[in-house]
């Protein structure tokens, strides 16, 4: 397949990016106290979130960014999540993000750390597949990661999950999850 972007040098092609879909996805979030009130039985519980930005130029490098704002608020690193969803806009943008996490000159050079966020356990990455297979529903896309990730927290009994997404112009987004 040709290269998407940069025809002579490129690598991001028709077959390793996510396909932009229809989709919907609808969440209620609200208060533990208005949900007993209402009825509802939660799902899961957001404890923690950012929003961070980087140089446009490295636009899919955001949720990096954003995943160590998060970790400053919550104490949490992406080796506490028992899932971790993070929106799969290319292949090669995802592995560029676990790659950036792992790595203490990242880290030091462009999150003035002093060493890198960590691992994350490929055994708990996109566990029921990225954007690739599932599709990219734009306006939906980051509704359905938290779905998706209350839903398997629940199947696989477990309790915490992460959440990533990149967005246009070098943002990035973080949540963390709990099981209710």
């Known amino acids: 397949l040709k290269p998407v972007f940069d025809r002579r040098h490129g690598t991001v092609t028709a077959g390793n990016a996510s396909q932009v879909t229809d989709g919907a996805v609808a969440l209620l979030v609200m208060t ?28 899919g490098l955001g949720p990096v960014f954003a995943i ?6 919550t104490g949490l690193h992406p ?21 950036a996490l792992a790595s203490d ?37 980051g509704a359905r990661l938290v779905l998706t990730s209350l839903k398997e927290l629940k199947r696989r009994n ?9 967005v246009g112009g070098g943002q990035g987004a973080a949540l963390w999850l709990e099981a209710a």
Do not use: W
């Open 32 to 59: 533990e106290e208005r949900a007993d009130t209402l009825g509802f039985t939660p799902l899961g519980v957001l404890t923690g979130y950012a929003y961070a930005g980087c140089d446009p130029a490295r636009m």
């Open 79 to 99: 080796e506490d999540a028992d899932l971790i969803e993070i929106n799969e806009a290319f292949a090669a943008q995802t592995l560029a993000v676990v790659k």
């Open 105 to 141: 000159a990242f880290a030091r050079k462009f999150l003035e750390r002093d060493r890198a966020m960590g691992e994350v356990p490929q055994e708990r990455l996109n566990v029921n597949g990225g954007a690739i297979a599932l599709g990219h529903p734009v306006g939906a896309s």
């Open 158 to 166: 477990a309790k915490r999950a992460l959440v990533s997404a990149c």
């Open 68 to 73: 160590a704002r998060a970790a400053e608020e």
